[in-house]
């Protein structure tokens, strides 16, 4: 059965209803025949409207005339023509469209078809496209980072940045394989890469033209379009971050100022050793130094001085480490931080980490210059041994530092040795600092008073005022333990405080008890001789106890008159005119400049008590005390001799010429209960040997 031809009208509607613009011309004055609806819509016309409406009517004289050529082409050939032009649509919007002139052959080839495409859509996603590669060429070309592009293996492009790192030439790496720039241990990964077609990122490393090796960092992406596919690599160059991190780790195990190793190395290092001196049966000593200045040095002449300061003493300790490291093996140093140093040093026998400690100190006696100043500087030591003082890095660095706390105390350049009685005073410490201020607010001080007698015993000079610390717990507790605490936690001025009323308290009362020429001596820390209102706070007590500055005697360190000249000298000056005697403490530990104790109006030097101790015996303790005395009566300056104990020693110090005495031989320090006594029978017994 024959099927039904589709009829014009049908034909018309299919035509209306395609996106396609149909029309079909006349061709030589090229007046439309037909046009469906799409086409009538370019020019805004209806189907019927189009009929009869000439081209150049329809888009203008101008434009008719610009495709004219194709018309005459078709009639001429009698085949179709394509063109792409743009116009300008009813909403005014420039549009893209493709068109075919198709001519009709059965009618004599005086009509033409025409078919437009809008091609807007289109054209846009290419030019868009074109943007987009252009932009990713320049990108490409721009980019800081190295970026190539391979198919295969075999690379297609190589961006300007690669080529820099890298030193080749474009020619040299375009249509080469990249293996050949890849290092054999590279080799099988980058293979593996290749193959698998993953998307990854991994750090290799690349040969550049002079040979040398790049670390970098290979980002892979998969690139494509239809059928085609690339890889792009983005090849990083790793130098900068690699330097990077290992400044950051160099900075996590050392300490930038001095460079030695920090406290991030210690624990380590610390095992190490251990376990070596473990195999081969030796011994090994962790030494806490800490130095005892810089916090006054960083005070008066600023942080650069104190970073300088420490500089040297580091170069000092690491010559120190270098020279006798050869012979003990092993000194390794390291800086905790602050003015904190650690040592590490093994040994065989003991007099080797003597021999040590002996040329660490040593450094110490040569000033340090810095700009146009000479300081004095010192350590304060503690040791720790393996294994007797501690099995574990941790428990010798506690243990060492204990006893380093404890050298301090002594308030000088010393070495302590940990031994058991400072793990428990150690942790004292920690409850001193707790119940100090407990103390001060439950007046939980007492004074006791120890004698100043002549050598032959029959005259008093003065007593000196000595706190303990009447402890809830601990029962009485030696100041030894609890100054330097108060002085950290800043209780020390009030404790000095109280101090200074109740020895001038005591004088009045001993004064009307008989004792008319009472001298009381009083210790003071040097945060109490900075204290601004220092001298104030003098007066105010001299004149709270109404008694007259005659019977204050005051003990200083060597290291507080050696503190700012001009100051110090005010103070001295302003103390003395008020009748106040001024002694120098401790003397011979310090590092006291001649000339500046001469210049300064000190009345008395206390010899330290570690001379007294060996005397007779030792003959360099002998010749100290020998000088020290000549010394005082070179500068006219009363001499008394501390810590005499033995009937031995004051004989000896009775022919050296020493004036005066206080130590256990002729009396303990006593609470003023006890001392009263003791002083009625002194008076009596003394008044009747005068
Ligand atoms: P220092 O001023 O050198 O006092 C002398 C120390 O030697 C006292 O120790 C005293 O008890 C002790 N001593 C006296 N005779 C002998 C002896 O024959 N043999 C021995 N081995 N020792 C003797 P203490 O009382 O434990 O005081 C220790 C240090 O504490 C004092 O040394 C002083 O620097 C400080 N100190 C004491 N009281 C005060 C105070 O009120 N304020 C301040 N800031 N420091 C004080
Ligand atoms: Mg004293
Ligand atoms: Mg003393």
């Known amino acids: 059965m024959a099927l039904p031809s589709i009829n014009l009208e049908e034909l018309k509607q299919l035509a209306d209803a ?15 025949l037909y046009a469906n609806a799409a086409y009538g ?26 495709i004219r050529p194709y018309v005459d082409q078709v009639m001429a050939t009698g085949k179709p023509a394509n063109y792409v032009r743009t116009y300008t649509d009813i909403d005014q919007r420039q549009r893209w469209i493709e068109v075919s002139l198709v001519p009709n052959r059965e009618v004599g080839m005086d009509r033409v078809f ?6 807007t859509r289109h054209r846009d996603a290419e030019f868009a496209a074109q943007v987009s590669a252009d932009r990713t060429r320049k990108f490409f070309e721009a980019s800081e980072e190295g970026i190539l592009f391979h198919t295969g293996g075999v690379i297609t492009d190589v961006n300007p940045s690669l080529l820099r790192v890298m030193g080749y030439s474009e020619a ?23 193959a698998s077609g993953v998307e990854i990122a991994y750090e290799s490393q690349v040969i550049c033209r002079d040979g040398s090796l790049l670390d970098v960092e290979y980002i892979v992406r998969n690139l494509s379009w239809g059928e085609q596919s690339q890889r792009m690599v983005i090849v990083r160059d790793l130098t900068a971050r690699k330097v990077a991190e290992s ?3 160099y900075l996590a195990f050392n300490d930038p100022l001095t460079g030695l190793p920090n406290r991030g190395q210690v624990e380590e290092r610390f095992g190490i050793f251990i376990d070596q001196c473990a195999k081969q049966n030796w011994q090994f000593a962790t030494l806490f130094l800490d130095l005892d200045q810089v916090k006054r040095v960083n005070d008066s002449l600023g942080h650069h001085a104190g970073d300088a300061l420490l500089c040297e003493v580091a170069k000092r300790l690491a010559r120190v480490c270098a020279a006798e490291g050869s012979v003990y093996n092993e000194a390794w140093l390291a800086r905790l931080g602050g003015d904190e140093f650690v040592i590490a040093l093994s040994f065989m026998h003991r007099n080797e980490l003597d021999a040590f400690v002996t040329a660490l100190l040593q450094t110490f006696h040569q000033s340090i210059r810095l700009g146009s100043r000479e300081l004095r500087v010192s350590a304060s030591v503690g040791v720790a041994i393996y294994p007797q003082d501690g099995k574990t890095p941790s428990e010798l660095l ?14 000088r350049a010393t070495v302590r040795y940990f031994d058991a009685s400072l793990a428990l005073a150690a942790d004292l410490a920690i409850d001193t600092e707790q119940e100090l201020s407990a103390a001060v607010t439950g007046k939980q001080f007492v004074l006791y008073f120890q ?3 002549s050598l032959d015993g029959t005259k008093l000079f003065g007593v000196e005022a000595l706190i303990r610390w009447n402890h809830p717990v601990r029962g009485l507790v030696s100041p030894e333990y609890f100054i330097r605490v108060a002085e950290d936690v800043h209780l020390i001025l009030p404790i000095g405080q109280w101090v200074m009323d109740e020895a001038l308290a005591q004088v009045k009362r001993w004064q009307s008890q008989g004792w008319s020429a009472a001298r009381v001596a009083v210790n003071l820390s040097s945060n109490q001789f900075r204290d601004g209102d220092f001298v104030r706070n003098v007066v105010a007590a001299l004149e709270r106890a109404k008694v007259k500055g005659d019977c204050l005697e005051l003990e200083l360190t060597e290291r507080m008159v050696m503190g700012d000249e001009k100051q110090v000298l005010g103070v001295l000056q302003t103390l003395k005119s008020l009748g106040i005697t001024l002694s120098v403490d401790d003397f011979g530990t310090g590092f006291s400049s001649l000339s500046r104790l001469r210049s300064l109006p000190i009345d008395q030097l206390k010899i330290d008590q570690s001379f007294v101790q060996d005397l007779p015996e030792s003959h360099s303790a002998l010749a100290v005390v020998t000088s020290l005395i000549q010394l005082g009566k070179g500068l006219s300056m009363q001499v008394v001799a501390e810590g ?24 303990r320090p006593m609470p003023a209960d006890e001392f009263a006594p003791w002083l009625q029978s002194f008076l009596s017994g003394s008044l009747g040997r005068s």
């Open 644 to 667: 005499v104990e033995t009937e031995a020693q004051r004989e000896c110090l009775e022919l050296l010429g020493c004036p005066i005495a206080q130590g256990f031989l002729s009396a």
């Open 398 to 411: 506690k243990n060492a530092d204990a006893a380093m706390y404890f050298a301090k105390n002594q308030g």
């Open 41 to 66: 819509k370019l020019s805004g016309r209806s189907t019927a409207q189009m009929v009869g409406v000439t081209y150049a009517e329809m888009i203008g004289e101008h434009e008719a005339k610009a």
């Open 451 to 453: 004698p100043q007698l």
């Open 247 to 249: 400044r950051i780790r």
């Open 114 to 119: 025409v078919l437009i495409s809008d091609i």
């Open 18 to 32: 395609v996106p396609a613009m149909l029309a079909c011309f006349e061709s030589s004055g090229f007046t439309c």
């Open 172 to 194: 040299e790496m375009v249509g080469h394989n990249t293996l050949e720039f890849v290092p054999p241990q590279a080799k099988t990964e980058v293979m593996q890469v290749i």
